[in-house]
């Protein structure tokens, strides 16, 4: 099983600030996804993105977020102004190897639990 | 009608017997099912896919798929303590969609 880490574990901010949220794959993955979890609800998929473009994002996904790829390796989720209902857990999730396939089984990171106060 | 439905719970079971957890789906193209166990605070841990009609076993675990019904479920054989978490069933929702559409999960608690 392929390893996703996730930095940092847990991030806590004030209304309004921006925050970075990181994935870092273990070996070179091409598709990664994001999700989140408010506390006691499901999981919910925000963005898919391959070979540095968005492949698919969900309503949730707005213009406060973006994803990037800044150095080849590790896989950002920006949230530029955060919002008291963004507290949740973050998921970033990669499927092994170059992935790509339709069904691929999908990994989770550790998660980073943000909340914002 | 939700994309992906699971009974919330909380499921009891004494340790030694047959947990069944069921999930049902709405859309009939989906190909790609997923059942994880999430524990309290941690992230969705993959234990089971399957991709065609019928069953699939690993160790322990059995899941069941019937298109034709839209229904996928998960038998837990010889439950152990260690089973007790929330089951969390995922679709990949739509040909051809890679992205995973989860239900709510059902929360599973195995009573020595």
């Known amino acids: 099983e392929p390893e996703v880490t996730q930095t940092p574990s847990h991030q806590v901010t004030q209304m309004g600030q921006e925050v970075i949220l990181r994935c870092v794959p273990i070996s070179n993955h091409l598709y990664f996804y994001w999700y989140r979890q408010i506390l006691g609800q499901k999981v919910e998929f925000l963005v898919s993105?391959?070979?540095?473009?968005?492949?698919?994002k969900s309503e949730i996904f707005d213009d406060q977020f973006s994803v990037e790829r800044p150095d080849g390796s590790n896989f950002t989720l920006k949230i530029r102004s955060t919002k008291l209902e963004d507290s949740a857990m973050y998921f970033c999730?990669?499927?092994?190897?170059?992935?790509?396939?339709?069904?691929?089984?999908?990994?989770f990171g550790p998660g980073t639990r943000l909340t914002v106060l | 009608q939700k994309e992906v439905e699971q009974n919330s719970g909380p499921l009891s079971v004494p340790e030694g017997a047959i947990a069944s957890l069921n999930c049902t789906y709405s859309?009939?193209?989906?190909?790609?099912f997923f059942w994880y166990r999430q524990y309290s605070g941690k992230s969705p841990e993959l234990i089971m896919s399957i991709y065609s009609n019928g069953d699939k076993e690993d160790g322990r675990f059995t899941a069941q798929l019937n298109k034709a019904s839209q229904y996928v479920s998960l038998l837990i054989r010889d439950s152990q303590p260690s089973d007790s978490a929330t089951y969390l069933c995922a679709v990949n929702i739509g040909q051809g969609a890679q992205k995973l559409v989860f239900g709510q999960g059902t929360r599973l608690t195995i009573n020595p």
């Open positions: 859309d009939r193209v989906s190909q790609s």
């Open positions: 993105f391959y070979n540095n473009e968005i492949s698919e």
């Open positions: 999730a990669s499927p092994p190897g170059a992935g790509g396939l339709i069904g691929d089984e999908q990994f």
